[in-house]
């Protein structure tokens, strides 16, 4: 019979954990999986690092299709973005001060944050024209990969923090950012919501990379 983790480790398989998993038969019909910290991590990192460059590569082919040049955001920009998700340390001591739970915890709910807007985002590109076709595979796998990588989040959060499940914080809606009133309005918050998701995919790409230094040379690991 599996336990419950080993259940969970099966499931992400496929996903987030890939062939980083051990598994070997206990006897007695008993299979018994694990996975280091390292290894578990480093696997969190390439998803997130891949998370990332689609979402740059998505927001990019947005620009091309639907923005003129002049309205482009402007690089490492994005004032209007929603300030409620955890911040970007601003200093060295900032992240000397910030711990490792604050750093996974942060991961997790960046992630819960954006799983409901990527669906509705979806949903709204179904709604255009012209959306390249490109365009929509992009967003749906960035949904697919934030749901493998929620996954092994969490059991990051058991192993190294003994806290089992912990999935704090909700989603939100796209109406946090735009009410549209036309096709423009629509064009204009999705493009916002795919500059804003890129900020915050660098974000937890930066909080697991950070972690993962600080399992090697505390000292000196650093954003800067």
């Not at 639907?66 to 994005?78: G, L, R, T, V």
């Not at 923090?161 to 204009?188: A, I, R, W």
């Not at 930066?206 to 650093?222: A, E, I, V, W």
Request: charged content about 20%.
């Amino acid at each position: 019979l599996l336990t419950s983790w080993t259940g969970l480790f099966l499931w992400c398989l496929h996903g987030m954990l890939g062939s980083a998993m051990d598994c070997k038969n206990g006897g007695a019909g008993n299979v018994h999986c694990s996975i280091s910290v390292d290894k578990l991590l480093d696997r969190a990192i390439h998803h997130s690092e891949l998370i990332y460059i689609i979402s740059e590569e998505s927001t990019a082919l947005f620009e091309e299709t639907f923005i003129p040049k002049s309205m482009h955001a402007p690089q490492n920009n994005w004032g209007h973005c929603n300030s409620k998700t955890p911040p970007m340390p601003t200093s060295k001591s900032d992240v000397q001060q910030i711990s490792d739970k604050w750093l996974l915890q942060s991961v997790l709910i960046l992630i819960r944050f954006w799983m409901d807007p990527l669906k509705e985002l979806q949903s709204s590109l179904d709604r255009y024209d012209n959306a390249p076709s490109a365009l929509l595979n992009k967003t749906k796998w960035i949904s697919t990969k934030l749901m493998n990588l929620k996954e092994g989040v969490l059991v990051l959060i058991k192993k190294m923090l003994d806290e089992g499940t912990l999935d704090p914080g909700n989603s939100v809606s796209l109406t946090s950012f735009m009410v549209p009133s036309d096709e423009t309005e629509y064009v204009l918050r999705d493009y916002s919501l795919l500059t804003c998701f890129k900020k915050d995919a660098h974000k937890i790409e930066t909080f697991l990379k950070l972690l993962k230094c600080r399992q090697t040379d505390n000292l000196s690991c650093s954003l800067f």
